[in-house]
């Protein structure tokens, strides 16, 4: 067998005076280039790279959407001004929404949302406010003072008009909510309060049911009805339901295509307590009588199409058909420029005993603040 010599580790015990001359050229040069760095950030003119601001001014545009309405606001409640909007300037959105409660204080700038940006804060949703003609949302957070966690978030949507703020807000109402006295169209349910002021609907949401916290949101909201536009121009129609029997929480607005009738756009409706019957009564007001009259003769037509035209008579000048579709019956009259009548009803004579009331003037109209939102 060959053994394999064993060799012993090179150690190098000296280094050679070229090694560490060019050694100390590198340290001396490192040490050179360090100083000249300090130097020259000591003397540095921030101004030598700076452009020139005023050559992009023929640039300028005005910033527009919801970046726009973040700046130049302060959350210092005393300082803020809530511009509100009239009738008169339906276009001109609430700049800054403020703190109308003391014990409330701003967590941010006020947001601003169009039907563009929308889904940012309400995804998922915004299409049926889309339906009832959006404009814009304004949106603050704000906690309450001395109570740690403890917050209300506030929601004004503009609507187009007084009818389509009505309409949305009726689409959403919660039907076990309870009346706010100080608000014609407006409830409270769980921990939020929820509204219809003018073309806006509102929503103030408590962060808990905390009594506290509930009353700081209470307290904004009645601030938000004296502060916003008081219009219900258009809500004419409504005034046409009777009051009497009317079931709290049952007032609607329907947009369109109310019962699946083509005819039937901008309607109200509600449902009233009869006798121990739930009865729908609808109340279509049209721009002229001719227009009522068409929309009266659809329906008609429809009846005696798909279903029964039982009956046909006039009263007092007013025009009324009963007809029956599936074992529901409608009785459905047409005065001047209203188209009006009890619909899909599980009695025949109950339902012709409510309009033939109507028309008698047995049931009258009442202001609209007597009715339960």
Known sequence: ???????????????????????????????????????????????????????????????EGKAATLRNETDLRSNEAFVAQSSGSATAPAKVLPSFVESLVPMGTTEHYTEATLY???????????????????????????????????????????????????????????????????????????????PVYVQLLASSDDPTVLAAAESFARQLVISLPNDDSGMEGRLALPASGQLPGTLTYINENAYGQEVLNAVFEARYNIDGTELSSFAQQSADSSTALSNWESLREFYSKYGTLDEEFKEAGTSVFIGEVFGEWSVIYTRDQLVSGVINAPDRELALGFVMAQLAGAETSEPEEDFSY
């Open 1 to 63: 067998m060959t053994q394999v010599a064993k060799r012993k580790p090179f150690h190098r015990t000296d280094i050679h005076l070229k090694e560490k001359t060019i050694g100390g050229i590198i340290l001396v040069l490192l040490a050179g280039i360090a100083v000249g760095i300090v130097m020259k950030g000591s003397r540095f003119d921030p101004a030598t790279y700076t452009g020139d601001a005023g050559a992009l001014e023929s640039t300028r545009q005005a910033v």
């Open 120 to 198: 940012e804060k309400i995804n998922g949703r915004a299409p049926a406010y889309f339906e009832y003609n959006f404009q814009e949302l304004t949106a603050r957070s704000f906690s309450l003072e001395g109570s740690a966690g403890e917050f209300v978030d506030v929601f004004l949507f503009r609507m187009a008009s007084p009818l389509n703020a009505f309409g949305i807000f009726s689409a959403e109402r919660d039907p076990s909510g309870i009346p706010l006295e100080f608000a014609g169209d407006g409830y409270l349910s769980g921990m939020g309060f929820f509204l219809r002021h003018g």
